[in-house]
C-alpha cells in the first residue's frame, strides 16, 4: 500500500509531466504548424507575384518586340500576334500544383473576357464574368491596372491566392493563383498526424525536421527561384530585341551570346564562343585608341559597378567593320561574376549622320540663298548666302524671324506663301527687300516640306538673285525695240536671221521695194529666199561667205519678180 501511495504521486508528476509536455509538445507543433503555414503562405504569395510580374513584363517585352518587328507577320497585326504566341505556349503548359494556374483577360464593356484555357472549369471555351459580379476578384483588380496579391474568389467563386498584375502594353490583365485549399491541406495533414503520433513522435519529428527537414526545404527553394531566375534570364536573354552576349572578364572569353548577338558577329555558336575576344575588333579604335587597352579600361568600369556607354568597332565573320553602341553591366550567374554586353549595330544611323552632314555642308555651301521656315513663317534656317543676300552678317538676325521681313510687304508674302502651301511646290519672281530697305527681284525655288504623316512642317526656298539679269533683258529689249523702230523708218529694208539660217525679223519697207510682205519671209532661208527671185550666179559668193559666218559687202544682186520684171538689190 506504501509502495503504491509512493508510486501515486510519482505516477501522477509524470502524468503531469507527460501531459505538460505534450500540451507544450502539442503547443509547440500547433505553433509550429501555424507559423509554417504563414512562412509558406507567405513564400507563396511571393512566388504568386514574382510569377505574375515576370510573365506580364515577358508578354509586354514580346508585345513591343512584335510591334516593333512582326507588323505584317500576322493578318490581324502584331498585338494579335503576341496573343498567339502566349496561348500556343499556354497549351504546353499545365500549370503548377493540383490547382495552380496563370489566367489572362481583358475588359470589354462590362465583361471580363479569359483568353486562355482554364485548367479547372469552362475548359475549352471560357466564359466571361460580369466586371460588377462577386467572382474574379483578382482579375478584376488586374483590370483595374493594380499590381499585388489578393485572397478572394476565383472566376468559378473558389476562394483562391492569387497575384494579379496588369499588361500595360496590351491592356491586359494576368493573375497566377492556387486554391487557398491546396496551400491549407498539407499543413492540416500534417497536425492530423502530429495528433495521432504522440507526443514523443511529435517531437522528434519536430527536431528532425527542424534540423534536416528546415534547411533541405530551404535549399530546395533557394535553388528553385535561382532555377527560376536563371530560366527567366535565358528567356529574356535570348528574346532581347538587341544584340545580347557574356563576357568572362577572367577569361577574356565570350560564354554566351544571343542570336542576335550570332546574326551581328556573322559565327555560330560555338565557334563564336571559341574566338578569342581580341579577335572581335580590329587592333585599333577609329579614335586611334588601342581596342584591348580601351576595352579593358570599360571592362573594368562595369566591374566597378559602372554602367559604361560607349560607341565601339567590330570584325564579323566576313572581316567587315561595323560601328555598334554598347552598353555594359555588371552580373552574377551561376556563381559566376559576368559582363553583360548590350551591343547595337549603328551602322545606319552613322550613315545616316553622315548624308546629313553631307546636306548640311552642301545648304551651307550653296551659292544660292536658302532658307526653311515652319508653316507660320517663322524661320528655322538660312545659310551664308541667304545672309549675304540679304545683307545681314549673323544668323541670329535672321532665325526665329518672321519671313514677312524679307519682302516689300506682308500681304505680298503671306500670297506667295499660301500658293506654295496650296501647289505644294512654286517658282516664280518675287520682289525682296534686303537689310537696308532697298529691293531687288529674287527667282524664288520653293516646296513643302511633309512629315512621315504626309502633313505639312516646313517650307524651303531656294532664292537667286535677278536683278542684273532682268535689267540686261529690259535694255536688250529696249535696244531691240529702238533697232526695229529705226529699221521701220527707212526706206531701204533691213533683216534677221537665226542660227539656222532662217529669217526673224524683216522690216516692211522690202514690201515697197520688192512687192513682196514682209510676213513671206519669215522662218524662210537665204536658200529658199535666193533660189526663187535671185540669178544664182550673183548670190552664190554671198551665199558661201554667209554660211561660213564670214562679213561682206556690197553684195549686188539681180531680182526676178513675180511679173517678169527685172531688179537690181544692193546689200550691204
Given at each position: ?193 502530429s495528433a495521432a503520433g504522440g507526443v514523443l513522435v511529435f517531437l522528434l519529428g ?35 530585341p538587341e544584340a545580347l552576349a557574356l563576357l568572362d572578364p577572367e577569361t577574356e ?58 560607341e565601339w568597332t567590330h570584325i564579323n565573320a566576313e572581316g567587315v567593320t561595323v ?250
Open positions: 500500500m506504501g509502495s503504491a501511495r509512493a508510486t501515486s504521486p510519482i505516477r501522477s508528476r509524470l502524468l503531469y509531466l507527460i501531459l505538460i509536455m505534450a500540451s507544450v509538445a502539442f503547443a509547440v507543433a500547433g505553433i509550429s504548424i501555424w507559423l509554417l503555414y504563414g512562412t509558406a503562405f507567405e513564400e507563396e504569395r511571393a512566388r504568386l507575384a514574382e510569377a505574375a510580374q515576370s510573365q506580364a513584363r515577358l508578354i509586354e517585352a514580346v508585345a513591343r518586340f512584335d510591334a516593333k518587328y512582326s507588323r505584317t507577320d500576322h493578318p490581324e497585326g502584331p498585338a494579335a500576334a503576341t496573343l498567339g504566341q502566349i496561348a500556343d505556349a499556354h497549351e504546353q503548359y499545365r500549370g503548377f500544383g493540383d490547382t495552380g494556374e496563370f489566367t489572362l483577360a481583358e475588359r470589354r464593356g462590362d465583361r471580363i473576357v479569359f483568353l486562355l484555357r482554364h485548367r479547372h472549369f469552362d475548359l475549352d471555351k471560357p466564359k466571361p464574368v460580369p466586371w460588377r459580379g462577386e467572382v474574379a476578384e483578382p482579375m478584376r483588380r488586374a483590370l483595374r491596372g493594380l499590381s499585388g496579391t489578393v485572397v478572394g474568389p476565383d472566376y468559378r467563386g473558389v476562394t483562391v491566392l492569387a497575384a494579379h498584375e496588369p499588361v500595360a502594353v496590351l491592356n491586359l490583365g494576368i493573375v497566377a493563383k492556387i486554391d487557398l485549399a491546396e496551400i491549407r491541406a498539407p499543413f492540416i495533414r500534417a497536425a492530423a498526424i519536430a527536431l528532425l525536421f527542424r534540423q534536416a527537414m528546415v534547411p533541405l526545404l530551404e535549399r530546395e527553394r533557394v535553388e528553385a527561384e535561382l532555377r527560376q531566375s536563371e530560366e527567366r534570364f535565358r528567356t529574356l536573354f535570348q528574346n532581347a572569353r565570350l560564354v554566351d551570346a544571343n542570336d542576335n548577338a550570332l546574326a551581328l558577329f556573322g559565327w555560330p555558336h560555338e565557334e563564336l564562343l571559341r574566338r578569342p575576344f581580341a579577335n572581335l575588333h580590329p587592333g585599333h579604335q577609329p579614335d586611334g585608341r588601342e581596342s584591348l587597352v580601351a576595352a579593358k579600361e570599360r571592362i573594368d568600369e562595369a566591374l566597378a559597378g559602372g554602367a559604361p556607354v560607349f560601328p555598334c553602341e554598347i552598353r555594359l553591366t555588371r552580373m552574377e550567374l551561376a556563381g559566376r561574376q559576368l559582363i553583360c554586353g548590350s551591343v547595337l549595330d549603328i551602322s545606319q544611323r552613322k550613315a545616316a549622320e553622315l548624308a546629313l552632314r553631307i546636306r548640311d555642308q552642301a545648304m551651307a555651301s550653296s551659292i544660292n540663298g536658302l532658307a526653311i521656315s515652319d508653316m507660320n513663317l517663322t524661320m528655322v534656317y538660312v545659310n551664308d548666302s541667304f545672309l549675304r543676300l540679304w545683307g545681314y552678317d549673323d544668323r541670329r538676325e535672321v532665325v526665329g524671324k518672321q519671313g514677312t521681313m524679307f519682302g516689300p510687304d506682308d500681304e505680298t508674302v503671306l500670297t506667295i506663301a499660301r500658293e506654295i502651301e496650296a501647289q505644294g511646290s512654286w517658282i516664280g519672281e518675287v520682289p525682296a527687300k534686303r537689310r537696308d530697305g532697298s529691293l531687288f527681284e529674287a527667282l524664288l525655288s520653293a516646296s513643302v516640306i511633309r512629315n512621315e504623316l504626309g502633313q505639312p512642317t516646313h517650307i524651303l526656298g531656294s532664292f537667286i538673285d535677278v536683278s542684273e539679269s532682268k535689267a540686261a533683258e529690259r535694255a536688250l529689249r529696249e535696244s531691240e525695240q529702238r533697232f526695229r523702230d529705226f529699221a521701220e523708218s527707212s526706206s531701204d529694208w533691213f533683216w534677221e536671221s537665226d542660227a539656222d539660217g532662217r529669217f526673224t525679223f524683216v522690216s516692211s519697207a522690202i514690201q515697197a521695194a520688192v512687192g513682196v510682205a514682209a510676213e513671206w519671209y519669215i522662218g524662210k532661208t537665204t536658200s529658199e529666199i535666193v533660189e526663187k527671185y535671185y540669178d544664182s550666179s550673183d548670190w552664190r559668193p554671198y551665199f558661201e561667205a554667209f554660211e561660213a559666218r564670214r562679213p561682206y559687202r556690197d553684195m549686188m544682186l539681180r531680182r526676178t519678180g513675180d511679173d517678169g520684171g527685172k531688179q537690181w538689190v544692193l546689200g550691204v
